[in-house]
């Protein structure tokens, strides 16, 4: 899109197949847009310019590569924390969490105004890693298990 515009959450709706699924892939997309790996920004800003569609971004090597490897890097940093690291970033998680979901509730009221604040969009910072991982208080003390095996 050559006028700047940025993608809305109906554009995305071909591969999120619903509407709260398009809202966090767009979400994900605005986070990944300004993160730390220059692949994924470049990614993100080009399905936000529209320049890129969602389908190719998601089936280029390049590209799927880099989110493999920054889910790797989120669950290796979850692994080397330690309980009382786990512990403040389950708190900051549920302080980020509940402020999405106040900004949830005001994008749901006023949709037009949903690009101006994305400061909650990213989740919080993790001691030793990237943000966004449950600590244990979200989990009743217990480490969380993960889908690639046992700790």
Do not use: C, I
Not at 100 to 122: V, Y
């Amino acid at each position: 899109m050559a006028d700047g515009r940025e993608v809305d959450q109906g554009e995305l709706l071909g591969v999120a197949k619903d509407e709260e699924r398009a809202r966090s892939l767009l979400r994900a997309l605005r986070t990944l847009s300004t993160g730390p790996d220059p692949k994924l920004r470049e990614m993100a800003n080009g399905v936000l310019r529209g320049s890129l569609s969602a389908e190719q971004a998601f089936t280029d090597p390049e590209y799927t590569a880099a989110l493999f490897s920054g889910a790797d890097k989120v669950r290796r940093a979850g692994e080397l924390r330690s309980d009382a690291e786990a512990r403040e970033a389950g708190a900051r998680f549920g302080e980020w969490q509940r402020a999405r979901d106040a900004e949830q509730e005001r994008e749901e009221k006023d949709p037009d105004g949903a690009s101006q604040d994305r400061r909650s969009a990213e989740p919080p910072g993790v001691p030793g890693g990237p943000g966004g991982l449950r600590g244990p208080d979200q989990l009743h003390g217990r480490r969380p298990g993960n889908r690639f095996g046992p700790r």
